[in-house]
């Protein structure tokens, strides 16, 4: 059975900095990619980061392009999102998922399992 449990939210100042952790189980971990998403009140939940399933690739949505990076440690089935320079706008519930690359875009393996997510608010 397939748990995400994540960690690191919190409400930060804009131009703060968080760390996000994501301890992911039920499935090989080292096998998959693992992408991170979020949802804002009253928006559709929209793709964040993706990692290779070695970390050699990462792949991030053009809102967080050079400010958010995305690591992994497979000896602890962990994977990261750092976030600098936050914006009020990258306020929203960030869930991690196991992920596949299609074509340029990656999904979930599975949309009806997620983690409880875990809260981020950036104040002005």
């Known amino acids: 059975q397939v748990q995400l449990v994540e960690s690191g939210g919190g409400l930060v100042q804009a131009g703060g900095s968080l760390r996000l952790s994501c301890a992911a189980s039920g499935r090989t971990f080292s096998n998959y990619g693992m992408g991170w998403f979020r949802q804002a009140p009253g928006k559709e939940r929209e793709f964040v980061a993706a990692i290779s399933w070695r970390g050699g690739s990462t792949y991030y949505a053009d809102s967080v392009k050079g400010r958010f990076s995305i690591s992994r440690d497979n000896a602890k089935n962990t994977v990261y999102l750092q976030m600098n320079s936050l914006k009020p706008e990258d306020t929203a519930v960030y869930y991690c998922?196991?992920?596949?690359?299609?074509?340029?875009?990656?999904?979930?393996?599975?949309?009806?399992?997620w983690g409880q997510g875990t809260q981020v608010t950036v104040s002005s």
């Open positions: 998922n196991y992920v596949f690359q299609y074509g340029s875009t990656w999904s979930p393996y599975d949309y009806n399992t």
